[in-house]
């Protein structure tokens, strides 16, 4: 198992504005991962998060709207920039540990944009 | 994820058997995930099972895989209200999930 810690849980913003959310474990992990959860909907993987090099983005998502760091093993920031209310979600981070299968997800970090 | 489809809704009486349904269509899927979401919650990981397993078993949970038409099932037994939750499938490819639009167990007493 993994403990992974999301900051902020929560958190109200303006539009134009920009959040930064930050994913760390306690465990020695291979891979991290951020995930969008829109409002009532399923999960869609935004980025996997390389360690000291830039993330590999998926289809539908850029660099400069979703800048994402890396800095070490079990860290990882994913900033939503330039924010409007389409960008209201949850924001979750997942990871895999090492010698192991199983894809852990934080609790989310619920934004809304006003 | 418009490539791994459940139904979106199972209403089932507290102490009968769930079973919800997935299908997916990415044949190099290497593994597939089910996980939980209780109500302003994060999501939980309750198992995975490797493509070329046809079943496994944890506890109260059950998964059947048939790799060939891509079909895969969770069965919950002797359901609880605490099981009240939305489970989502999930394929993977390079640990990169890929999840159906969650299904919405409601357990009626």
């Known amino acids: 198992s993994a403990v992974i810690s999301q900051k902020p849980s929560r958190d109200i913003c303006q539009r134009g504005t920009s959040l930064t959310i930050q994913c760390q474990v306690d465990s020695q992990v291979t891979m991290m991962f951020w995930y969008r959860q829109q409002p009532g909907q399923s999960l869609t993987l935004i980025a996997t998060a390389n360690q000291g090099s830039e993330a590999t983005y998926e289809s539908g998502f850029v660099i400069d709207k979703f800048p994402i760091s890396r800095p070490n093993l079990t860290f990882s920031t994913l900033t939503v920039s330039n924010m409007s209310p389409e960008d209201s979600s949850i924001y979750l981070c997942?990871?895999?540990?090492?010698?192991?299968?199983?894809?852990?997800f934080g609790e989310g970090s619920r934004l809304t944009v006003l | 994820g418009e490539d791994v489809e459940q139904s979106l809704f199972l209403s089932v009486r507290e102490g009968d058997s769930s079973v919800i349904n997935c299908t997916y269509t990415?044949?190099?899927?290497?593994?597939l995930y089910w996980y939980k979401q209780e109500p302003g919650a994060g999501l939980q990981l309750l198992t995975y099972?490797?493509?070329?397993?046809d079943m496994k078993q944890d506890q109260r949970l059950t998964v059947l895989l048939n790799k060939k038409d891509k079909h895969l099932s969770l069965r919950i037994a002797d359901t609880q209200t605490g099981d009240s939750a939305i489970y989502f499938c999930?394929?993977?490819?390079?640990?990169?999930?890929?999840f159906g639009a969650g299904t919405t167990v409601t357990v009626r007493a």
């Open positions: 099972i490797f493509s070329n397993m």
């Open positions: 997942s990871v895999k540990i090492r010698v192991s299968r199983e894809l852990f």
């Open positions: 990415d044949s190099s899927s290497t593994y």
């Open positions: 999930a394929e993977a490819n390079d640990y990169k999930l890929s």
